[in-house]
C-alpha cells in the first residue's frame, strides 16, 4: 500500500523568502505524485504532477517539484513566497493496478506567509 | 475551463437522518470518485466508481454509504443513517483515466446534530 508523509504540518516563511514544503512517500510500485493547494473554504487545486516524465516539474504559480526516487521525495519549491501563497498544502501519491485512481494523501502543510 | 460541480454546500442534518450529497462530474470523464476531510485531518479516499460500479472502496465505506450515478451525468453519495462523526467536507473528483485529468469539485461541508 502506498503513503505519504509530510514533514511539518506548519511551515511559517516571510514575503520573498524560499517555500520548501516536505513530502517523502512509500509505494511498492513507480508512483505519480501530485501536490494540491487548499485555499480557506475551498475546495483541492491541483498545483503539479509527476507522471514518470521530467523529474523536476513546474506547476501553476511559480511552483517546482522534484522527484527524486533515491530519497523517495517530492518536495514543493517556490523560490519567492507571496502572500497569496498562504494556504494549506497537500502532498498525493497514485499507483496503478486495482488502486488506479486513488489519491493517497498526506496529512497537509499550512503554509503562512508574513510581511 | 470545465469544473465538477457539488451541491450543496453546505447541509445540516440530524443525527440517523439520511442525506444525499450530488455531483456533476466532468461531462466526458469516466472516472468518479468521494472523498472526504474530516475539519483538521487529512484528505481520505471513500470509493471509486467506474463503468457503472464500485471500482475500489475505502474501510470508511461501509454499508452505510452507497454510491449511485443515476442519470449518466449525476454522481450521488448517499449516507443511509448519519452519526456525529460523519460530520466533515465531502469532495467529489472525476477525471478521464485513472489520476490524469483529475478534477476535485469544492465540496459539501456536512455537519450532523
Known amino acids: 500500500a502506498q503513503s505519504v508523509t509530510q514533514l511539518g504540518s506548519h511551515v511559517s516563511v516571510s514575503e520573498g523568502a524560499l517555500v520548501l514544503l516536505r513530502c517523502n512517500y512509500s509505494s511498492s510500485v513507480p508512483p505519480y505524485l501530485f501536490w494540491y493547494v487548499q485555499y480557506p473554504n475551498q475546495g483541492l487545486q491541483l498545483l503539479l504532477k509527476?507522471?514518470?516524465?521530467?523529474?523536476l516539474v513546474k506547476g501553476i504559480n511559480g511552483f517546482e517539484a522534484e522527484f527524486k526516487k533515491s530519497e523517495t521525495s517530492f518536495h514543493l519549491t517556490k523560490p519567492s513566497a507571496h502572500m497569496s501563497d498562504a494556504a494549506e498544502y497537500f502532498c498525493?501519491?497514485?499507483?496503478?493496478?486495482?488502486?488506479?485512481?486513488?489519491?493517497?494523501f498526506g496529512q497537509g502543510t499550512i503554509l503562512t506567509v508574513h510581511p | 475551463e470545465p469544473e465538477v460541480t457539488q451541491t450543496p454546500s453546505h447541509q445540516v442534518t440530524q443525527m440517523g437522518q439520511e442525506v444525499i450529497l450530488r455531483c456533476v462530474p466532468i461531462?466526458?470523464?469516466?472516472?468518479f470518485y468521494w472523498y472526504r476531510q474530516i475539519l483538521g485531518q487529512k484528505v481520505e479516499f471513500l470509493v471509486s466508481?467506474?463503468?457503472?460500479?464500485?471500482?475500489?472502496k475505502s474501510e470508511i465505506f461501509d454499508d452505510q454509504f452507497s454510491v449511485e450515478r443515476p442519470d449518466g451525468s449525476n454522481f450521488t453519495l448517499k449516507i443511509r443513517s448519519t452519526k456525529l462523526e460523519d460530520s466533515a467536507m465531502y469532495f467529489c473528483?472525476?477525471?478521464?483515466?485513472?489520476?490524469?485529468?483529475?478534477?476535485f469539485g469544492s465540496g459539501t461541508r456536512l455537519t450532523v446534530v
Open positions: 466508481f467506474y463503468n457503472n460500479e464500485i471500482s475500489e
Open positions: 461531462s466526458n470523464h469516466l472516472y
Open positions: 473528483a472525476s477525471s478521464e483515466q485513472g489520476s490524469h485529468g483529475y478534477t
Open positions: 509527476y507522471t514518470s516524465a521530467a523529474t
Open positions: 498525493a501519491v497514485s499507483v496503478g493496478g486495482t488502486s488506479y485512481g486513488k489519491l493517497t
